[in-house]
């Protein structure tokens, strides 16, 4: 992704190096990443994985930051402006709706958000009590050594997933779905939440296409790379298991794929409405 002659977005709170966080007891940073990114995305129970360890406790230290820490915190900030550009100018013209962007945390290891704590085994997340997204850009490294899914600009699809929970916060939808899931039973709690998830994947489809000028060739690939690579499905079988929709909350890789390039096509936000769609 060309990012060179890109702004910096001045919507980001860096609480790296600053009080962050240390793991005890034997596993920490990407470490405890690994282990708990698992129960992230595929609803496994961990926790007997982590008998006899200490979580991650904020430091109350500070440090300099590494330059890989620089360089991702700078390449977050470049990909946060051009979200900004694109839904700023798209959402009054597809929506009528003024667009008020998100600020995005990046951490290392624990944080407090709006939404309670968190750690960054927990993976990006989206907060609607404070409009923030969070990222542990350490996840990077995990997204191509654990996932298989490295390249910037997979890494740059995620930012634009997690701004996308907050587009769908801006439009009310998330306010409306955690109301309907309350009456809900699990199963169909969890199928709720897969076509807000695959609306996600869709709307950050929708931001590709209007950054197109932006992409190097491989760029979509990455991207595709890692919808495919963070499918219920891909997961639960890379993790030993017998893939088991009624447990799955972010969609299939093929249906994260398929709504990803149903938002690029064209770069519409009309065409994401999976909440209506009778087939994901």
């Known amino acids: 992704m060309r990012l060179r002659n890109v702004n910096r977005s001045r919507r980001i709170v860096d609480r790296r190096g600053r009080g962050g966080g240390r793991a005890i007891g034997g596993i920490g940073g990407i470490g405890l990443i690994a282990v708990l990114a698992i129960g992230y995305f595929t609803g496994i129970d961990v926790t007997p994985l982590l008998d006899g360890l200490n979580e991650s406790q904020p430091s109350g230290e500070t440090r300099e930051l590494t330059q890989a820490e620089q360089e991702a915190g700078d390449f977050a900030a470049r990909v946060l402006f051009t979200t900004e550009e694109v839904w700023e100018r798209e959402l009054p013209q597809q929506v009528g709706q003024d667009y008020r962007p998100p600020e995005l945390v990046l951490f290392s290891e624990v944080v407090q958000s709006g939404c309670g704590g968190a750690q960054g085994s927990s993976g990006p997340f989206y907060c609607p009590a404070d409009r923030r997204a969070y990222l542990d850009t350490s996840f990077f490294n995990f997204m191509e050594q654990r996932l298989g899914a490295g390249g910037d600009f997979a890494a740059a699809y995620v930012i634009a997933h997690e701004v996308a929970h907050h587009l769908q916060n801006e439009l009310g ?3 409306q779905v955690q109301q309907l899931r309350a009456t809900l039973s699990e199963r169909e709690s969890n199928a709720l939440q897969v076509r807000v998830e695959l609306q996600a994947d869709c709307f950050a489809g929708v931001w590709v296409y209007h950054v197109s000028d932006l992409l190097e060739r491989g760029d979509l690939n990455e991207a595709l790379n890692a919808a495919h690579q963070i499918g219920d499905d891909y997961l639960q079988s890379r ?20 709504w990803f390039e149903a938002g690029q096509a064209n770069g519409s936000v009309a065409d994401c409405d999976t909440f209506s769609a009778t087939s994901l």
Do not use: E, K, V
């Open 173 to 175: 939808i998330l306010g």
């Open 239 to 258: 993790a030993g298991r017998q893939p088991n929709p009624h447990s799955f909350t972010h969609g299939t890789s093929a249906q994260r794929m398929r």
